[in-house]
């Protein structure tokens, strides 16, 4: 990676203190059910991009905002335990993003985002925080922050030559300004169904859907299908490319597509082709599949090689 810029990555984005439990099931509506003992882990997907990129060695800086109350400072303390550069992200008078997650028994979770702190992230924050746009070699937004911060964010960052990477999550329908200043979408196959208004249900659907968001902007788009592998529907290519999944026993699948995105990011700026550079990334989405959590459970570069060693 070149060290001329101030970051290899800058993350714009959220950052969550998730309440996890893990229950044998999902209660249904109106039904009440045990689980285990409350967890309070690091999470946010901004947040777990940018530790999933700087464990792979990335040299990564973040814009966010948490709340002055305690979730805040453990999330920044571990942000800097994993050298993540968090003197641009600001202390708000609203309380820390939560996200109150169940984990089934397969390892499958859901989610109940409330956003506090991130979505006070303005386009002020943004320019305050990032001059010139040039600090950086790549820049990676989510969707737990405003939308107009991200648009933003997306056209300084696309004017000033730096990789802008889009994980459209939570899905929402996107405006034709934020398409045309991304160069890689990286959705899962429910946010690209979503987006598309096109069922995915395969690789000919997510192929077709991913098609028709192209013809909004000039990106690639990489599909992330879980324990299916990737797909990647290149911008310069018209076949498609399926990069099969590692085989891993899923304890927790929360931040697997984020480990995915930060290395992903990562490993592009080391300069892998587009192609290994996903099956490198589907080896961290697997590995963070295999522990329980979000910022616990992101591979370091060391654990990803010898685990692509081992085939
Ligand atoms: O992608 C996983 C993340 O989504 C969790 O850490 C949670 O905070 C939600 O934002």
């Known amino acids: 990676m070149s060290h001329t810029f101030k970051y290899d990555i800058l993350v714009i984005g959220s950052l969550n203190a998730d309440l996890v439990v893990r229950a044998p099931h999902f209660p249904r509506p109106g039904e009440t059910?045990?689980?285990?003992?409350?967890?309070?882990?690091?999470?946010?997907?901004g947040a777990n991009q940018a530790v999933a990129a700087a464990r792979q060695g990335a040299n990564v800086g973040m814009i966010g905002r948490v709340g002055k109350d305690g979730f805040g400072d453990v999330l920044l303390q571990n942000l800097k335990n994993n050298r993540v550069d968090i003197s641009d992200v600001e202390r708000d008078d609203a309380s820390t993003g939560t996200?109150?997650?169940v984990v089934d028994e397969a390892g499958q979770n859901s989610i109940i985002l409330s956003a506090g702190a991130n979505g006070k992230v303005t386009r002020e924050d943004v320019k305050k925080h990032s001059p010139g746009f040039q600090a950086m070699q790549a820049v990676l937004l989510q969707l737990e922050i405003p939308l107009e911060t991200?648009?933003?964010?997306?056209?300084?960052?696309?004017?000033n030559d730096a990789l802008v990477i889009l994980n459209p999550a939570p899905a929402r329908t996107l405006p034709d300004e934020?398409?045309?200043?991304?160069?890689?979408?990286?959705?899962?196959?429910?946010?690209?169904?979503?987006?598309?208004g096109i069922q995915v249900t395969d690789l000919a659907s997510a192929e077709k859907a991913a098609r028709s968001l192209q013809e909004h902007g000039n990106f690639s788009v990489l599909v992330t299908m879980g324990g299916n592998g990737a797909l990647i529907v290149d911008k310069f290519d018209h076949e498609i490319k399926h990069i099969p999944a590692f085989k891993v026993e899923v304890a927790d699948t929360t931040a697997a597509g984020d480990a995915f995105i930060g290395g992903f990011a990562s490993a592009l700026l080391r300069g892998l082709k587009v192609e290994e550079a996903v099956k490198y990334a589907n080896a961290c989405g697997a590995l963070a599949a295999t522990k329980f959590?979000?910022?616990?459970?992101?591979?370091?570069?060391?654990?990803v090689e010898k685990f692509i060693k081992q085939g």
């Open 99 to 101: 996200a109150i997650i």
């Open 178 to 196: 934020l398409f045309k200043v991304i160069d890689y979408l990286i959705p899962n196959e429910t946010e690209l169904s979503i987006l598309s």
């Open 33 to 45: 059910i045990s689980g285990d003992d409350l967890q309070i882990i690091p999470g946010g997907k």
């Open 150 to 159: 991200v648009v933003f964010a997306a056209q300084s960052s696309f004017g």
């Open 293 to 303: 959590g979000a910022q616990p459970s992101l591979p370091t570069k060391e654990e």
